[in-house]
């Protein structure tokens, strides 16, 4: 039996009745919020083996154009301007983007507004699960 999670309930069954879309929404949204603000660096993340794995190899990177898609708030943007890369962010929503001094571009994975050839690498952390047609995306 498929049941659901609200804010107030832990579970309740799915049973010809109607499911609190708000609460459902709402008990996300803080949650997934809640996770980013209080982001630390773990072992369990993607994020953590990006970073590191470009920390360790910075040289292959310095003065390289690398893409950033999707962007998000710009955390794998901060980390490929410190390392010396070259970052072009883009994302489908660009107003999320918080890096200073770094403008993000807006941008479908299916439709790129980038020269073919005009970048060295393009690195897409927790995007694809996104991709409405992730085959196309590649």
């Known amino acids: ?10 579970e309740k069954p799915l049973r010809n009745k109607k499911v609190p879309i708000f609460d459902l929404i709402f008990y996300s949204a803080n949650d997934s919020i809640r996770y980013m ?21 910075k040289e292959r990177f310095v003065n390289k154009t690398v893409v950033d898609l ?19 962010p883009l994302d489908l929503f660009p107003e999320t983007f918080e890096v200073t001094g770094v403008t ?3 941008a479908d994975v299916e439709a790129i ?12 952390q927790e995007g694809i699960e996104h991709f409405s047609d992730q085959s196309k995306a590649f």
């Open 37 to 57: 603000e209080t982001y630390t660096p773990s072992p369990r993340s993607i994020r953590y083996h990006i970073n590191k794995y470009l920390h360790r190899n």
């Open 70 to 88: 999707p962007a998000g708030k710009g955390i794998l943007t901060k980390t490929l301007l410190e390392i010396g890369a070259i970052p072009v």
């Open 113 to 124: 507004p980038l020269e073919d050839r005009s970048v060295d690498y393009a690195i897409c």
């Open 104 to 106: 993000c571009k807006k």
């Open 1 to 10: 039996m498929r049941s659901y999670q609200t804010k107030y309930n832990k």
